[in-house]
């Protein structure tokens, strides 16, 4: 009988060792990335680090937002080691509800400048994009831009076109506003701003740009990839309006211009950490860096690596170094004064 007992426990204590040793073989050997990014040239990347590694790169492509909602239901069951979104504001919201984890690494600390990740290392910039002045080549002249601040100059009444407030982008660079400038300056400049306005906001970044050649108005604000995008498109109108307008610089004699990230960070609870980190190590070197941030016309972070030739052409800059960290921690005070100056509603309104 005490036999017949002992068997047992010794078969399960084998089985157990070796579903063990089955979970250790496996860990590492893979990485599952939830991302919000959606470019062919991201897949090829993904198949380069799988060949150079023998790590497997499974994809899980959602908006930041789905993302974020799936990994707080999955728990500690989740499989995801990364995430991927496409602007700090939601990292920083990612890193409030407790879904990432410190990835401390002497390459990262190496490659990323600190204000574009997270203090504690929870996330960090993968590629960098400015919220630039675009104007009417034909009307405008560049010497009499100069800040977002200076934009709400009577000059300029009627003329300026920018999408809707619901929009991150539009958050973020309040945000950066409120923390440079303080609350009421902040709110100031948005009411001066709309008063401003060509139209009402509507369409995102590349209709602004659209706007402009149609003669709706002469300055837009957008994102400069979008700018890259329009020029490089295969529909001519597109194209014709890309090249219709000069990139400009804001605020280049004192902060900087307002910029923003697509980057990364560790899930909470990630089955293959060491991995998950070997991959933004990857991430973030100098070659793939090139690649990875041209292929959306983006800055790469590392400062190392080189950018696109479109973008050389726009010039160098000044960039704002307030730490991206403020954007999510600003972003509800930045909608809330959007909401208290009517943005979304435009010029005369009621
Ligand atoms: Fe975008």
């Given at each position: 009988m005490l036999n017949k007992y002992l068997l047992i426990f010794f078969s399960f204590i084998l089985i157990t060792s070796c579903t063990n040793t089955k979970k250790k073989e496996t860990e590492n050997k893979e990485i599952t990335l939830y991302t919000h990014r959606h470019y062919d040239s991201d897949k090829l990347i993904f198949e380069k680090f799988e060949k150079e590694s023998g790590i497997k790169v499974n994809v899980v492509k959602a908006n930041a937002d789905e993302l974020i909602q799936k990994m707080e239901i999955e728990?500690?069951?989740?499989?995801?080691?990364l995430l991927i979104t496409v602007d700090a504001g939601r990292l920083v919201r990612a890193k409030q509800k407790g879904l990432l984890q410190n990835a401390t690494s002497e390459i990262l600390e190496k490659n990323i400048?600190?204000?574009?990740?997270d203090e504690d290392n929870n996330w960090f910039g993968l590629t960098k994009r400015a919220r630039v002045i675009v104007y009417d080549k034909n009307k405008?002249?560049?010497?009499?831009l100069s800040t977002y601040e200076a934009?709400?100059?009577?000059?300029?009444k009627k003329k300026i076109l920018i999408r809707t407030s619901t929009n991150i982008y539009n958050q973020s660079l309040l945000a950066s506003i409120i923390a440079n400038d303080g609350s009421e300056e902040a709110k100031s400049w948005a009411s001066g701003l709309v008063e401003n306005f060509a139209r009402k906001p509507k369409g995102n970044d590349r209709d602004q740009v659209k706007a402009i050649l149609a003669g709706e108005g002469e300055i837009g604000i957008i994102n400069t990839y979008y700018l890259g995008k329009l020029i490089n498109s295969k529909d001519s109108l597109e194209v014709k309006a890309g090249n219709a307008v000069g990139v400009f610089f804001p605020n280049q004699n004192n902060r900087g211009t307002h910029i923003n990230v697509s980057g990364i960070g560790v899930a909470k609870?990630?089955?293959?950490k060491e991995a998950a980190i070997k991959f933004i190590e990857y991430l973030s070197s100098k070659e793939v860096q090139e690649i990875f941030a041209n292929a959306n016309y983006e800055y790469p972070v590392n400062p190392n690596a080189s950018s696109s030739e479109l973008l050389n052409s726009w010039g160098t800059f000044k960039e704002?170094?307030?730490?991206?960290?403020k954007l999510g921690e600003l972003n509800k005070e930045a909608v809330i004064v959007f909401d208290e100056v009517a943005w979304d509603k435009g010029p005369n309104a009621e």
């Open positions: 728990g500690e069951k989740s499989r995801a080691d400048p600190n204000h574009l990740k405008v002249n560049p010497e009499d934009l709400t100059d009577n000059k300029w609870y990630a089955p293959n704002d170094k307030l730490p991206l960290s």
